[in-house]
């Protein structure tokens, strides 16, 4: 077997496990490229082998994480955690690093560990063995901070994660999920609404109709043919994130309303429907001819599309600490904007149905007051709630944690520009951030009498060449060109690009574990 089409062999191993058909293709994927010309040869051909190819591969990668994290100078990095069970019950944390390389911050995944126990305690034995198969044995030496997301056993005040490490680790910071945060911000704004618990209930019944019934769904895509529609089916709402479910479902609802209705209707009045099917039927369709069901259905949509614009900002491995307080600014006035006037959905309904109760031609139940109860009542009494949560939960990176604010002093886009007020700006914050590592630098080489003056000349060098890139190009561009110039004072901004505001990373492999587990 030559290296050539060992090579080839290693890339379709590759292939499957990344796009994740089941190992029995890759025969047939050999048989494909030889059918095509390419020369495999006729060994090594079978499940088995594309096995122990994707081993091969997975060591190489986790040699290459090892060799990064090894030679890495300093060895700052942070963690990222996130704790679950597999198809087996067992209690596991899944474990991932950020990093630099080469001037860029990235994720890279160490290992998912099986807990001793469910304590801080088995989740930092954790980090100990995912740790000291990449070669670092002292890695409390290198740790910046801790991603989590803000579950007890990370964020317990006393026998927390943070709480226990910080007390060899004193500059450690702790850092909940900013986009686990969001959901539970929202969460916490509407979870008590009787509106949005019958909304939920109504379309989750309308998710089973349809996906526990081929025949169901068969009749509403018939029906929505001969009405000259097309529909979607209707999505679930439970998942790991509910607001992009919550999100999905009400956009079916609201763009395929008639046809749901009408199919539901024809339900109820079939002979060969079941008694559950006919009654569940009844019930839904009772729901979706309440006026106040549409009317709070157009009005979270818009809510959600609203939110869903930070979700997905929050859920990116390089959200920056900027980008995430931006974001967050633009939907708290968005928010507040819908107190004052109706947003896009709300509004489209409002103008369709004027002072009457016809909704795509369907008849609303519709009560005198229910319009005026809902602008003077319940949408003020819902976004002032979501605003006020959205304020309290993201207070450290707003304006509480000094350290996280002291480490926006390397936000370029942040900076004077008057010359004058640039000489002097950052100084106070770059003394407090020397302050708080102080025993990091310390056992990494830094040269605390010449970091204010690296840091001016900092300024005067990016100030002059690279204003007009982003931030990720330039700090890139200033490690890889001017590390040895300023190199006590990119210590401190490596601290800040390894920050790891979000864990969607580790969320995506617990789903991807899931998914490999059980299929």
């Known amino acids: 077997m030559t290296e050539e089409k060992l090579v080839k062999l290693f890339n379709t191993a590759y292939y499957i496990a990344k796009n994740e058909p089941p190992f029995s293709d890759f025969n047939q994927l050999c048989m494909l490229q030889v059918k095509n010309g390419v020369i ?6 079978n499940d088995k082998l594309c096995r122990e190819f994707i081993e091969a591969i997975a060591d190489i990668m986790e040699l290459q994480v090892r060799d990064e994290m090894n030679n890495s100078q300093p060895c700052f990095f942070s ?30 995944y160490l290992k998912i560990v099986e ?37 007890s056993v990370y964020t317990g ?23 686990h945060n969001l ?15 019958s909304l939920r209930d109504m379309l989750q019944s309308i998710y089973k109709h349809y996906h526990y019934s081929p025949k169901a769904l068969r009749e509403l895509r018939e029906l929505a043919e001969v009405m000259g529609e097309e529909i979607q089916k209707p999505g679930n709402l439970k998942g790991t994130r509910w607001v992009p479910h919550l999100h999905r479902a009400l956009k079916v609802f609201l763009k395929d309303y008639k046809v749901i209705h009408s199919h539901f209707q024809n339900t109820v009045a079939a002979d060969t429907s079941s008694v559950d099917m006919q009654g569940r039927a009844r019930k839904i369709t009772k729901e979706q001819e309440k006026f106040n069901t549409v009317l709070f259905a157009c009005f979270i949509l818009d809510v959600l599309e609203c939110l869903s614009k930070p979700s997905k900002l929050f859920q990116k491995d390089d ?14 006035l968005q928010l507040t904007a819908m107190l004052a006037r109706p947003s896009p959905y709300l509004q489209e309904f409002l103008q369709n149905i004027g002072d009457g109760n016809i909704f795509q031609e369907i008849e ?67 003394h407090h951030l020397v302050q708080h590592f102080r025993p990091l630098l310390q056992r990494n080489n830094f040269n605390f009498e010449a970091v204010q003056e690296e840091w001016s000349g900092l300024k005067v060098c990016i100030s002059n060449n690279f204003l007009d890139l982003n931030l990720k190009a330039l700090w890139k561009r200033v490690f890889n060109s001017y590390s040895d110039r300023f190199c006590n004072i990119l210590k401190l901004v490596e601290i800040l690009l390894i920050l790891p505001l979000s864990t969607a990373c580790c969320e995506c492999d617990f789903s991807l574990m899931g998914k490999i587990k059980s299929d």
């Open 157 to 179: 005040v006393r026998n927390g994660v943070v709480a226990k490490l910080k007390q060899c680790v004193p500059w450690l910071l702790g850092i909940h999920c900013i986009a």
């Open 40 to 45: 495999l040869g006729e060994i090594y051909l």
């Open 364 to 430: 609303l139940k519709r009560g005198d007051q229910d319009l005026i109860q809902f602008n003077t009542t319940t949408k003020p009494r819902i976004l002032h709630c979501i605003i006020s949560y959205l304020e309290n939960r993201f207070q450290s990176i707003q304006v509480t944690d000094p350290t996280l604010c002291a480490l926006l002093v390397f936000d370029t886009s942040l900076w004077p520009d008057d010359r004058a007020e640039l000489a002097t700006y950052g100084e106070d914050k770059i």
């Open 115 to 151: 807990l001793p126990n469910g304590t801080a305690d088995g989740v930092i034995a954790s980090f100990d063995e995912a740790l000291f198969k990449v070669g670092l044995n002292d890695w409390r030496n290198g740790l910046v901070s801790i991603a989590s997301d803000g579950a």
């Open 79 to 108: 963690l990222m955690g996130d704790g679950g069970t597999d198809s087996s019950n067992k209690d596991l944390e899944i474990i991932y690093v950020r990093m630099l390389c080469n001037g860029e911050p990235v994720n890279k």
């Open 183 to 197: 959901e539970l911000a929202i969460l916490d704004g509407i979870k008590d609404e009787i509106l949005l618990m």
């Open 319 to 332: 959200v920056t600490l900027t980008l995430a307080r931006d974001g967050l600014e633009h939907t708290t």
